[in-house]
DNA sequence: GTGCGTGCAAATAGTTTGCAGATTG
DNA sequence: CAATCTGCAAACTATTTGCACGCAC
């Protein structure tokens, strides 16, 4: 909500070196699980550093990732997302759109609401806090909390007007301009 | 956690009318929205009536509801979930399978944890009040609630166990013997 | 009768995999 | 040197769509 635009991208020069150190933080988790180190990886890790917060999805990711290295291809890309996923170190979702989309969690998690009439999708506030409830109910069932991102779906103020107005809305329409699948998972 | 055993069918004879009378109900749902009702859609309505709290996907929906008409086919299955989706009448979430699983919510929000190594799935606690308390911040964000199923990764206790002692397992071994596909989403 | 709904089969799209060669430890 | 990775292209699978016909309204 107090992001200006969509698809900011804060490569803030002096955080070059600190990406650079990130992306070996990761690198060495992944090693810890008996991976090895290659560029394409530190790439990918540092492509998917800098566009934290951005949710992107694999051909975009992909995309950034070879206007680096242009030789780099889709299975490298989706086999890293892979091991990263399982180490932790990626949490992905699916908005609704029918394919996974990938985030990079810096320490909190996040917590998203999207509207299932439009697609729309904003943070919710006071992540940390409702973090701590859900972190609660994990627990609370045995498990042990790991990161990832909470999606919740509503009807946003827009959609909910015009569901009021007009019930039969063409499947086609929303009100945000955004495509839709079939289905919001 | 209170069900038997998984797969239980309680087509109860006595349920038999009300099946017919909910399925009218969801029917003219959709007659509101414009859809035409049809012998197709009714089936498939009952068919997921009668599956409440399987989470079957679109294949095994597919394959109960061609036990009672063989000539139904993927598409028409596939169209009529969309329908009853855009309606708020069936909900679709993904397991981490990567595919989508439909449930037919009757009231109650159901609350997900699932096992992020092995994929386990269970049901958390008193839903009701978690319900609530999720409503609360949805209502927050200023979007209205909707029937959905909310779904939380964690690890369970076989796992954190088998992580602890061996942190680097293949990723083919799964604790509970599921299958998983390569991220959990 | 008009137009939505259906069944079929073919098309899409996202993701995964087999393989031969390159690279890492 | 052996094992892991990579790039490519082909395979897979879930889901969607075009089309001709049938049925609901």
Known sequence: MT??????????EKGAR??????EEYLEALRKRGCRRTEQ???????L?????????ARELMERVQSKDPTIGF?????????LGE???????????????????????????LCRSCGKMEHLADETAKEKIIEGWVKEAGYE????TFQVFG???????????????????????????????
């Not at 550093?49 to 999805?57: A, F, I, R």
């Not at 299975?75 to 091991?83: D, G, K, N, P, S």
């Not at 909190?108 to 609401?113: E, N, P, R, T």
């Not at 009021?164 to 998972?185: F, K, L, M, Q």
């Open 3 to 12: 992001k200006p635009s969509w698809k900011v991208k804060p490569v803030a």
């Open 18 to 23: 600190d990406l650079r150190q990130r992306a």
């Open 41 to 47: 990886r530190r790439l990918i890790i540092e492509t």
């Open 49 to 57: 550093l800098e566009s934290e917060g951005e949710h992107l999805n």
């Open 75 to 83: 299975a490298t890309v989706y086999r890293t997302l892979i091991v």
């Open 87 to 113: 180490t932790g170190l990626v949490h992905s979702f699916d908005q609704g759109e029918g394919f996974a989309r990938f985030d990079i969690p810096d320490q909190a998690m996040h917590f998203h609401i």
């Open 145 to 148: 909390m790991v990161p990832q």
């Open 155 to 185: 009807l946003c103020s827009d959609c909910r007007d015009k569901v009021e107005t007009a019930p039969d809305v063409s499947p086609e329409v929303t009100c945000c301009g955004r495509r839709r699948r079939g289905w919001t998972r």
